[in-house]
């Protein structure tokens, strides 16, 4: 039992120093360091996932969505994949549930699915990912599935296509 106290203590450690990088200023300029230290968290996250007997399957949503968004920030298709399954079994946790971290890794399990989808090229489902403009001149939303349902995106805690294309003039 205190191994798994002291590994999701650690777990959210690690998930509060992800969202440092993110927060503190010139994200593009700090970018190379903040991935060399996305991909520190990750290993310390696999050497966590390596020592648990059960699998995620003793994690709370709670630390199945901090996981989920640091391998997320990884980019990579496996990492986007691991993140996925993580928010899947988040989501599953959280049927009939409306809380803070319900929404977050319903969120989580959208983004993860669009971010895969987009790493292989075809169009994201509900609407997440966005792409820089090839003059560096800001973002734009990468393609999506118009037949995705802006009700289906609220049931994923995402914005709608047109609220979404809004945010990508503002990042």
């Not at 399990?109 to 669009?114: K, M, R, V």
């Not at 509900?126 to 999506?144: A, E, S, V």
């Amino acid at each position: 039992m205190v191994f798994y106290i002291d590994m999701e203590d650690k777990i959210k450690q690690l998930f509060k120093e992800d969202v440092v990088d993110r927060k503190a200023g010139n994200l593009q300029e700090r970018l190379p360091e903040i991935r060399r230290r996305d991909k520190v968290r990750a290993k310390e996250l696999r050497k966590i996932f390596s020592k648990l007997k059960d699998g995620i399957d003793k994690l709370d949503a709670e630390c199945l969505f901090y996981s989920g968004f640091i391998l997320h920030h990884q980019g990579s298709k496996r990492a986007t994949i691991h993140a996925r399954l993580l928010a899947k079994r988040g989501v599953k946790l959280c049927e009939g549930k409306n809380t803070k971290i319900c929404k977050q890794v319903r969120w989580l399990y959208a983004g993860s699915t669009d971010r895969l989808l987009m790493l292989k090229g075809e169009p994201q489902k509900y609407g997440t990912q966005y792409r820089r403009r090839k003059n560096g001149d800001g973002y734009y939303l990468y393609k999506f599935n118009p037949k995705t349902t802006n009700e289906e995106r609220k049931l994923f805690n995402v914005p709608t296509i047109e609220e979404a294309k809004k945010l990508a003039k503002n990042i």
